[in-house]
C-alpha cells in the first residue's frame, strides 16, 4: 500500500502567516490523485483539493496544492482564524486508499 | 446530505451494522462510489471500503474478511457490516460519496461513534 508521510505534525503559526504542509508517498501518485482534507474537532473532514491542485467548490483561494509524483503541497497563503484545524492528504489512487498521519495546524 | 445511523455500542466478537441514508439524490444511476471510513478517537483516518452504484465493492485488505458493503436502492441508502469486531474497532464511522475511483471521498456524513464493550 502507499504510505504517506505528512510534515511538519505540528505547526505554530500566527494569523496572516503563510503555512506550508508537505505529503510524501512511498510510491508515485498517479494522476495526481492525492486530496487534501480539513478537519476541525468534532466533525468530518471537509475537502479542501482534489487532483492534487483542484480546490473544491466553496473553497477559499488562500488554500492551494501542488506537487506531482510522490511529493505534494498544500499551502494557505494568509491564515485566518478558522483555518487552525488539522489537515490530513489522502491518496485515492490504488487500494487500499490511505492517509497520512495528519498535520495539526496551531495558533502561535 | 448523508446521515449514519446504527448503534453506538456493540460486544466484542459481534456484528457492527451501520446504514448511510442519502438525501437530494438517487443513489442509483449516480455514477458514485459510496464508501464508509472510520477515525479511532484522537487517531488518524482509515478507508474501510466502498461500493459503486454498479454493485462493484472494493474493500482494505485489512478488514476485506469481515466487512461487507450493500446498497438499498429503494430506500436510498448504503450499509456497512463489519464482523467479529474488538475494542480496536472502536471509532468514529463516516459515510462517503466520491467520485473517479473507489478510495474517493468528496462528500462525508457527520460521522456516527461505535464503541466496541462488553
Known amino acids: 500500500e502507499i504510505v504517506l508521510t505528512q510534515s511538519p505534525g505540528n505547526l505554530s503559526l500566527s494569523p496572516g502567516e503563510r503555512a506550508t504542509l508537505s505529503c510524501r508517498a512511498s510510491?508515485?501518485?498517479?494522476?495526481?490523485?492525492l486530496a487534501w482534507f480539513q478537519q476541525k474537532p468534532g466533525q468530518a473532514p471537509r475537502l479542501l483539493i482534489y487532483g492534487a491542485s483542484y480546490r473544491d467548490p466553496g473553497i477559499p483561494d488562500r488554500f492551494s496544492g501542488s506537487g506531482s509524483g510522490a511529493d505534494f503541497t498544500l499551502t494557505i497563503s494568509r491564515l485566518e482564524p478558522e483555518d487552525f484545524a488539522v489537515y490530513y492528504c489522502q491518496q485515492y489512487d490504488r487500494s487500499p486508499g490511505t492517509f497520512g498521519q495528519g498535520t495539526k495546524l496551531e495558533i502561535k | 446530505p448523508m446521515q449514519e445511523s446504527g448503534p453506538g455500542l456493540v460486544k466484542p466478537s459481534e456484528t457492527l451494522s451501520l446504514t448511510c441514508t442519502v438525501s437530494?439524490?438517487?443513489?442509483?444511476?449516480?455514477?458514485?462510489?459510496w464508501g464508509w471510513i472510520r477515525q479511532p478517537p484522537g487517531k488518524g483516518l482509515e478507508w474501510i471500503g466502498s461500493?459503486?452504484?454498479?454493485?462493484?465493492?472494493y474493500y482494505n485488505p485489512s478488514l476485506n474478511s469481515r466487512v461487507t458493503i450493500s446498497v438499498d436502492t429503494s430506500k436510498n441508502r448504503f450499509s456497512l457490516i463489519l464482523t467479529s469486531v474488538a475494542a480496536a474497532d472502536t471509532a468514529v464511522y463516516f459515510c462517503?460519496?466520491?467520485?473517479?475511483?473507489?478510495?474517493?471521498?468528496?462528500?462525508w456524513g457527520q460521522g456516527t461513534l461505535v464503541t466496541v464493550s462488553s
Open positions: 461500493i459503486h452504484e454498479s454493485g462493484s465493492t
Open positions: 462517503t460519496r466520491g467520485i473517479s475511483t473507489p478510495y474517493a471521498s468528496g462528500k
Open positions: 437530494g439524490g438517487s443513489i442509483s444511476r449516480s455514477g458514485f462510489y
Open positions: 510510491q508515485s501518485v498517479s494522476s495526481n490523485y
